[in-house]
């Protein structure tokens, strides 16, 4: 499906787009009801948990879900979205159809029904979306292996950064220190999918330090 644009201008608002969002998700059929679970907004795009329920009664039967024990099934979708002169627009695409965007919360995915392929397109996208989220925040002075050499605009290469931060027109922006050369450079959060951190600036503070965050996660997880 292609782009839709409201020339009547009435979406104007984040709450005039989550309104619409829901809107296009709850719908009624001769035999089907649709209901919106839950919608997050992740920098223009919308991404939608929607619940799939017989007006009879009966289980809800799907190629691609398996049915839930309520007999429900739920579905991911993505709506892409942007202002054309001042016009609201979207482009809509359900997850079997394998949408390159990607960033949908773990929190929406959790109420998404099983699927029954697991090479199906669903099953991808969200993987991706689950790698996108476990893509750590880094801290000042983190030392960080990327998953695969990252190329410059000068040809080189680097793939062991620490991140640091430089300061333009008065604010801190993020970037990282190379290895190698010592250079700095800006990274996508895309470019840290898969990455871990070799050493953290918060335990080598001191030794004391290090032995508490060396102990997180074993003696000291919350049970």
């Known amino acids: 499906m292609g782009w839709l644009f409201y020339t009547d201008r009435r979406v104007r608002t984040y709450a005039d787009e989550k309104a619409e969002i829901d809107r ?13 679970l839950k919608a997050c907004k992740v920098g223009s795009a919308w991404y939608a948990a929607a619940r799939i329920t017989t007006l009879d009664g ?3 039967e799907d190629a691609t879900y398996v049915t839930d024990a309520d007999g429900s099934i739920t579905f ?13 627009g979207y482009k809509d695409m359900e997850e079997a159809s394998g949408p390159m965007e990607s960033r949908a919360p773990v929190s929406l995915l959790a109420l998404l029904s099983e699927l ?4 199906s ?22 030392r960080i292996r990327l998953a695969a050499p990252v190329t410059l605009t000068d040809g080189s290469t680097c793939q ?14 993020r970037c990282y220190r190379i290895e190698e050369t010592g250079g700095l450079v800006r990274l996508s959060k895309a470019s840290l999918a898969g990455s871990e951190r070799l050493s953290s600036a918060k335990g080598a503070a001191s030794p004391v330090l290090a032995e508490f965050f060396s102990g997180r996660g074993s003696d000291d997880a919350p049970s």
Do not use: M, N
Not at 25 to 33: A, G, I
Not at 76 to 88: E, I, K, P, Q, S
């Open 116 to 119: 029954k392929d697991p090479d």
């Open 121 to 142: 397109y669903a099953h991808a996208w969200r993987r991706r979306c689950r790698d996108w989220a476990a893509i750590p925040d880094y801290d000042e002075g983190d």
């Open 58 to 60: 009966a289980p809800v």
């Open 76 to 88: 991911g979708a993505v709506f892409l979205t942007r202002y054309d002169d001042g016009c609201w």
């Open 160 to 173: 062991i950064v620490t991140a640091t931060h430089y300061r333009r027109g008065g604010q801190k922006r």
């Open 24 to 36: 296009l998700c709850s719908f009624e059929t001769d035999t089907r009801k649709a209901v919106l």
